[in-house]
């Protein structure tokens, strides 16, 4: 496929680095001439240097033929320019834009093709709001992934001190499940390697478990594994930006929220369109802040600003000043490194969720759903399967008869609206949605070809 992606960025960089590895011929475009002779020193790819909405930089970049563009600058408008530019000059078939502004993003209808013709917009804050709602919701995970349209979720754990399955075998995992509730350990990563879940597999700590199960049933598998008795929470946003603003929207209902921001324009504006935070303006590095909020008594702590070392810095003292959970942003994959072996307890790349979105969509119709893990490093995705037992490598076939590419597994399947484990005797269906793990991103062209259907990707 021939792909154009406007930006070189971090998060246009990674795709770029993703989408070259999966034998996809990219273009990078950007203004930026010292950045993209990086970039072409790195990965197989082309670059131009030019304004990413101007069609001549795009017939550069090879636009007169591309299957599609990717638009990923800093700019909302450049973005929709550009894709209005390949849409009525060149006819691209795909166009993709980050849309970052909520004021557009919350009227869909402007991207339609008689307006601002964008096939598929990602919006980077409602994504990462999400993303954090789903930590607050589910306390002890480290990450919420939704799928089939929210039918089915996978939740990742640690192993800790006092788990319940702690040094036992993965086969005593259905004896701490609720009664009519049935879930899979889809995956283990184990001192940031890959273990193989089976029957026999011991749980250590400090083990990254990967839990699959329905929706319905995420509440009483979290109660199983990480009991805990509040339904209410202590809550402190540092950053009144569109994620801190937003999330205190969601959260303020049915938890107790302050909301820090230094801009005293922007602390005035989120005090009057929220009805029951608190909003307070001053610095969320300020340890004498920090003690007059009361930090010790705080149960969630996330760092929301726009500077990764103002969220590190007020992440680091909230954690050391008693707050309970510490969550932040980080956009610099070398803080983030950093961090993991530090006090915060989850570290959020705004980059890798984006980046989740967009590869669902470049990769077509073959994955509904993709998600970012362990850094970039693996892979959860959804995978539409069509066809029949005669045009189909998967379809009529029980699951132990499927001849996967390495590193790939089969954790669940959503079969019209349930959600059914997979087990090794069970059949895959025509109109299946298997969610599934790559842990080997090099596998990913096999795993495309093994959902083949008369040589055209699902």
Not at 188 to 196: D, G, L, P, Q, W
Not at 303 to 330: E, F, P, R, Y
């Amino acid at each position: 496929m021939k792909i154009i992606i406007l930006g070189a960025g971090q998060v246009g960089s990674s795709i770029a680095d993703h989408l070259s590895q999966e034998n996809n011929d990219v273009t990078v475009v950007d203004t930026d001439a010292e950045r993209l002779t990086d970039l072409q020193n790195k990965f197989d790819i082309r670059t131009v240097h030019g304004h990413a909405s101007h069609p001549s930089v795009l017939i550069r970049a090879g636009a007169n033929d591309a299957d599609m563009v990717v638009a990923l600058t800093n700019s909302d408008e450049v973005n929709m320019v550009a894709c209005q530019v390949c849409y009525s000059v060149f006819n691209t078939p795909t166009k993709i834009a980050r849309i970052r502004e909520a004021e557009y993003a919350s009227h869909p209808e402007m991207f339609e093709h008689e307006h601002v013709p964008i096939d598929f917009h990602i919006s980077p804050e409602q994504l990462v709001t999400r993303h954090i709602k789903g930590l607050i919701e589910y306390a002890g995970a480290l990450q919420v992934m939704d799928f089939a349209g929210g039918k089915a979720q996978l939740v990742t754990l640690k192993v800790k001190k006092n788990g319940p399955l702690i040094d036992q075998q993965l086969r005593e995992f259905n004896h701490i499940l609720p009664e009519g509730v049935d879930a899979r350990v889809a995956a283990i990563f184990r001192n940031n390697k890959s273990v193989f879940p089976d029957g026999d597999t011991v749980l250590k700590l400090n083990d990254i478990v990967f839990l699959l199960a329905a929706r319905k049933h995420i509440n009483k598998l979290m109660d199983a594994w990480h009991r805990t008795d509040k339904s209410s929470y202590k809550i402190i946003l540092a950053g009144g930006g569109n994620i801190g603003f937003n999330l205190a929207k969601a959260l303020e209902r049915e938890h107790s929220v302050k909301i820090i921001e230094y801009n005293k324009t922007r602390s005035r504006f989120i005090a009057e369109e929220l009805n029951k935070a608190l909003v307070i303006r001053g610095d969320c590095t300020s340890e004498e802040l920090l003690n007059e909020e009361n930090i010790n008594h705080t149960d969630i702590f996330c760092a929301l600003t726009n500077d990764d070392q103002a969220n590190l810095l007020s992440a680091l003292m909230a954690k050391k000043m008693g707050a309970k959970k510490v969550l932040t942003l980080i956009n610099k994959q070398n803080y983030a490194q950093l961090i993991e072996k530090d006090t915060i307890d989850i570290a959020i790349s705004p980059q890798h969720i984006t980046m989740g979105g967009i590869l669902a969509h470049v990769r077509g119709d073959y994955t509904a759903r993709v998600h970012s893990l362990r850094s970039g490093a693996a892979e959860a995705i959804e995978v539409e399967v069509t066809g029949n037992s005669s045009t189909s490598k998967v379809v009529g076939k029980m699951i132990q008869n499927i001849n996967l590419p390495p590193g790939c597994n089969i954790g669940g399947i959503v079969r019209d609206d349930k959600v059914v484990m997979a087990h090794r005797n069970v059949v895959i269906e025509n109109k299946d949605h298997l969610i599934m793990f790559v842990t080997d991103k090099r596998n990913i062209n096999d795993l495309k070809r093994l959902f083949e259907v008369d040589a055209s990707f699902l």
